[in-house]
């Protein structure tokens, strides 16, 4: 900012605050604009600027207003960037309190975009309101990382916290309390210094025409006719989650328990040792009490294989000790529709994954397909062999993929995005066909353009000759301008080890001629067209949610900054247009990920084919889920929690 701009700037500020009848900045806007701008001096002369008579004030104002005219006349359309300039304000001294009402551009077509802009934006700020829906991974990961004070930020949620997921099986068997991996919003926030409003309610509908959120409080207390209320945006963060998916089976609602929210682990671990309770009573014949020892997982994924995990190390190290007259009774099984357990992890983990269980007594059996559950079994079919089992249980978690809630089907079917379980989103996470809304974490999938889609731009791209066709330098040159835009380029030259572009290329060029090689459509879409055969969904994990929030907030804090200091656009070339993008598209940085076997042993696959099965990956388990924290308190809490397990064993207790 120049001598300039900062002159103009502070008279700017003092005319602000003058409107609160502040003699010292009255004085310091005299002085600081009559040795700048001699020719403005006239306009301070008459009434005192420290009188506070009312009956003076409407006189003292005219002034002061028309100053404010002239420094528009004087410096509008010499584009002063860093200068909001004052178009005008109004006291009213009647009632001794000021009302300032104060309009910033910096020149008229800028005036005009922001007087347009204000129809949306809160009365009064000028800021644009931002909506945040959730307070799971990514909504936290967004807020924590927004400049609030560029935002009228509101958030809304059903819970009044966050919780710490991945530590959620942990909760069930007692090796963590509840309360130490939750963290309240308001206190996230706080901590943060964000000006935020928090409304623990429920979304129940997004009015995609109308800008607006219908929200229903979900509290016990206030008058039962009030309970929905409506919210404007200007900006909308979808990050409400997902459900987990049934698949439509027949009983899964009314007799399975799920693992996704806090009270859901609550209800398992109650249900744990109401069956031990339940089969530990005399007159219980044995085969009542060998059902009721049967627990039933559903789900090979990481959150099925850590919970029969964490199951299995629950009743073998603490229950059995009190209950030793029935350890020939119980049974975990372990129910997975593929052929492997965590079949997303590498393959070295997975075989050991089903060989430590099966060492322990945990009964694996991968390629079925449930039919349905009914009060006390289970009904599924051998996918290989057409065989069906009727398994009985006392306890049966459900714990496969995930599903659509409520408000986003609905929101789905007003955007056209009929037939999908989840929001789709472009490349920078907004949600296509809805303008001003943005997806992020489970609830929204990332649909990355194909290459083959633009073949024939990018080939027009590359042919500067028109000749119709390409030289290896003209492709070189494209396929480098692009990558930033197709990120499946890279994740396939990476896979296939290829150290440049112009391999992509190899079987055109084997025999040594390349610069006499030319490449004509349909050779150039052969070359090209394979890379999209890497391009996969990214997991629905807290890892993916994190970092979509934080680039999110990036992008978010840049978008004002950009209009104020003519920032060039930052991301890659616009293939079917001109110039470039704003921001660079989302790119998931992969940081490897855990999965707790139980025995105090985990397994941990990191990125670059390398993997770590054993005692010491269960401490770097440790190590990182404790620092992961977001804050103190719940770090604290939680080593706290584990080194009592370590010395005290798991909590028994069945409380109500």
């Known amino acids: 900012m120049g001598r300039k701009e900062l002159v103009w700037a502070k008279a700017g500020a003092c005319l602000v605050r003058f409107a609160a009848q502040d003699s010292r900045y009255a004085s310091e806007l005299s002085s600081t604009v009559c040795k700048h701008r001699p020719q403005f001096a006239r306009h301070f002369a008459g009434p005192s600027a420290g009188s506070t008579s009312s009956g003076e004030r409407p006189r003292r104002l005219k002034p002061w207003l028309s100053l404010a005219r002239l420094l528009i006349k004087e410096n509008a359309g010499k584009g002063l960037p860093h200068l909001p300039m004052i178009l005008g304000f109004a006291a009213s001294g009647c009632l001794g309190a000021g009302v300032l009402v104060v309009f910033a551009g910096e020149s008229k077509p800028q005036a005009q975009a922001i007087a347009s802009d204000s129809k949306v934006?809160?009365?009064?700020?000028?800021?644009?309101?931002?909506?945040?829906?959730?307070?799971?991974?990514?909504?936290?990961?967004?807020?924590?990382?927004?400049?609030?004070?560029?935002?009228?930020?509101?958030?809304?949620?059903?819970?009044?916290?966050?919780?710490?997921?991945?530590?959620?099986?942990?909760?069930?068997?007692?090796s963590v309390e509840a309360r130490s991996i939750i963290e309240p919003v308001r206190r996230i926030v706080r901590s943060k210094g964000k000006q935020v409003q928090f409304h623990e309610a429920e979304c129940i509908k997004i009015d995609a025409a109308n800008k607006t959120v219908v929200c229903r409080d979900v509290s016990q207390m206030g008058p039962s006719d009030k309970k929905e209320f409506a919210l404007q945006y200007d900006y909308l963060v979808v990050a409400v989650g997902a459900t987990t998916n049934t698949f439509d089976t027949k009983g899964v609602l009314e007799y399975c328990h799920f693992l996704k929210e806090v009270y859901d682990a609550e209800k398992i671990k109650k249900s744990i040792l109401t069956c031990f309770e339940s089969a530990s009573l005399p007159h219980v014949k044995e085969e009542v009490r060998k059902k009721l020892l049967s627990f039933v997982i559903v789900g090979g994924g990481p959150t099925g294989v850590e919970f029969a995990a964490e199951l299995h190390d629950f009743i073998h190290d603490d229950l059995l000790n009190l209950y030793p007259h029935l350890h020939n009774d119980v049974k975990i099984t372990l129910v997975q529709s593929g052929d492997h357990i965590l079949n997303t992890y590498d393959e070295r983990i997975s075989k050991y994954a089903e060989q430590k269980f099966t060492r322990e007594g945990i009964h694996v059996n991968t390629g079925c397909r449930v039919l349905g559950v009914q009060a006390g079994a289970i009904d599924?079919?051998?996918?290989?062999?057409?065989?069906?089992?009727?398994?009985?249980?006392?306890?049966?978690?459900?714990?496969?993929?995930?599903?659509?809630?409520?408000?986003?089907?609905?929101?789905?079917?007003?955007?056209?995005?009929?037939?999908?379980?989840?929001?789709?989103?472009?490349?920078?996470?907004?949600?296509?066909?809805?303008?001003?809304?943005?997806?992020i974490g489970d609830c929204a999938s990332i649909e990355q353009r194909r290459v083959v889609e633009d073949v024939s731009y990018l080939f027009q791209l590359a042919d500067k000759t028109n000749s119709g066709r390409l030289t290896i330098e003209e492709f070189v040159e494209v396929m480098e301008q692009v990558r930033q835009r197709y990120p499946q380029i890279n994740i396939y030259m990476e896979r296939q080890h290829m150290r440049g572009v112009l391999e992509l290329l190899a079987d055109a060029i084997k025999d040594g001629r390349?610069?006499?090689?030319?490449?004509?459509?349909?050779?150039?879409?052969?070359?090209?067209?394979?890379?999209?055969?890497?391009?996969?969904?990214?997991?629905?994990?807290?890892?993916?949610?994190?970092q979509q929030g934080e680039y999110l907030a990036h992008c978010f804090n840049h978008m004002t900054a950009e209009v104020a200091s003519h920032m060039a656009p930052e991301g890659p070339m616009r293939i079917r247009g001109k110039g470039r993008h704003r921001f660079q598209p989302f790119q998931y940085q992969h940081l490897g990920q855990f999965a707790p076997l139980g025995g105090e042993k985990a397994a941990y696959e990191l990125p670059g084919d390398w993997v770590s099965i054993g005692r010491s990956t269960q401490w770097l388990w440790y190590s990182v889920y404790a620092s992961k924290q977001v804050s103190w308190r719940t770090r604290t809490l939680v080593v706290f929690d584990w080194t009592k397990r370590m010395f005290f064993g798991r909590d028994s207790s069945r409380v109500e």
């Open 121 to 174: 934006a809160k009365a009064g700020t000028g800021k644009k309101r931002v909506v945040v829906l959730g307070t799971g991974w990514g909504g936290m990961s967004f807020l924590k990382n927004l400049d609030s004070t560029l935002y009228d930020v509101s958030i809304v949620a059903p819970r009044n916290y966050f919780v710490f997921t991945p530590l959620l099986p942990s909760v069930t068997s007692g």
């Open 380 to 439: 599924f079919k051998i996918k290989s062999t057409g065989q069906l089992v009727n398994l009985p249980y006392g306890m049966i978690v459900w714990s496969t993929g995930i599903g659509t809630r409520p408000v986003i089907a609905d929101f789905m079917s007003q955007i056209e995005q009929n037939d999908r379980r989840v929001l789709a989103t472009d490349e920078w996470l907004r949600i296509k066909n809805c303008e001003g809304t943005f997806g």
């Open 514 to 546: 390349q610069a006499s090689i030319q490449l004509d459509i349909d050779h150039f879409k052969q070359a090209i067209s394979k890379v999209d055969s890497q391009m996969k969904s990214m997991p629905a994990t807290a890892q993916v949610a994190a």
